[in-house]
């Protein structure tokens, strides 16, 4: 039977390749903004950094929404919420102005999040996983086609803030598309009372917020984390430890995010016939360790290529997937644990650069990804516990039962 709900999908994933470009917009546009603003880079990585203040403020606040108000709701204002952020931004007069613009965005961030992970996973019950991961595709799409459009505007000496102006104009036009397609209910009223039992029958014993919950929280920051510092220093790496050329350097960035781009795919498709998500957030970090590990042992050009690969391939998706098993694990709030985990990830966002710019002060870039290979060992170690926890409260009989059910 065709799933009623696919249009809204559409729509919920347009947002998403919108939101790549919005990630990598500022940065994109610095040599702009710092004239414009009157700053240099170092002012506009500040505005960065109030996009995951914003989301930080917020993501709690907008799970809890979610859940009583519905996902719907929180989708459509975030949609709102980004456009005036990107019309803002080039019309800004000042730094503060643009500072405040950049919150908002943060704000739109956390509200679309909290309301499309948990839709999604209404939305396509049987392969929640698979839905989830595909978010990531399309946020790297939408990053990789940015720099194209930014060129085809300043090819044409056209005002940059085209490039702003024009993803604003879809997240409206969405945002009415949107007001119009029905969403699961989140409520899911009478009809779900049997839902609801079942969810929960297929747990031996009830899921522990202060066990697997907690672990699962650590995962989303680990998560965020690796992705963060591999963003930031790759190339740095690339030029100062293995006396890469800038521009080959660059380069590591596009293997990485060619690696992402796979392994999202890849998992689309096995997540809903082969692997399970608790199996992917154990699998992936170990992964992690291993490339991050041969990175700082095998110092050549070739081997760094592969080994950015494999680190893109296994940080994709795995902030999606501990947020599906947490809302397998905690299907009554939802919204309320998916902005807890955001809230982890967001709070990685902002120490991360912090962290790792204090230790580039050293002069030994080495260090960041010692200590990247250490994030990884804290994230299979939460992930192991999950895995633990998860097969021993599993009632497998009843969830093979559910599975058979809803298929």
Known sequence: ????????????????????????????????????????????????????????????????????????????????????????????????????????????????????????????????????????????????????????????????????????????????????????????????????SAAENKFLSPPNMKQEGIALIVIGFTSTALFTVAQIWLPTYGQQVLGMAESSSVRLLSYYSIGALISVLVLAVLLSKVLRPVTVILVYPMITLIAVLTLLFVKVPAIAIAAAFFMGFSTAGVFQLAITVMTELFWNKKGTVTGIVATAAGLAAILLPLATGLMSKTGHISIIFIFDAMLSVVGMAAAAFVNYRYRKILNKNRSKQIQETAS
């Open 1 to 196: 039977m065709k799933n009623k709900y696919m249009l809204s999908a559409s729509g919920m994933y347009i947002n998403y390749f919108l939101l790549g470009m919005v990630n990598i917009m500022l940065a994109s546009n610095m040599s702009f903004l710092t004239k414009q603003l009157n700053t240099d880079g170092a002012g506009i990585s500040y505005i960065i950094s109030a996009i995951g203040i914003g989301k930080l403020l917020s993501y709690s606040l907008s799970g809890i929404l979610s859940d009583k108000v519905g996902r719907k709701p929180l989708i459509i204002i975030s949609s709102l919420t980004m456009a005036i952020f990107l019309i803002g931004i080039p019309l800004s007069p000042n730094y503060q102005t643009a500072f405040i613009f950049a919150i908002i965005a943060g704000i739109a961030n956390s509200a679309m999040d909290a309301g499309t992970y948990p839709a999604l996973s209404e939305v396509f019950p049987k392969s929640s996983g698979s839905a989830s991961v595909l978010v990531k595709a399309f946020i790297s799409a939408g990053a990789a086609l940015l720099p194209f459009m930014i060129a085809f505007f300043a090819d044409r000496d056209l005002f940059y803030g085209y490039a702003f102006f024009l993803p604003a104009l879809i997240y409206l036009l969405n945002m009415i598309f949107m007001f119009k397609l029905p969403f699961p209910n989140h409520k899911r009223e009478q009809s779900t009372v049997q839902h609801e």
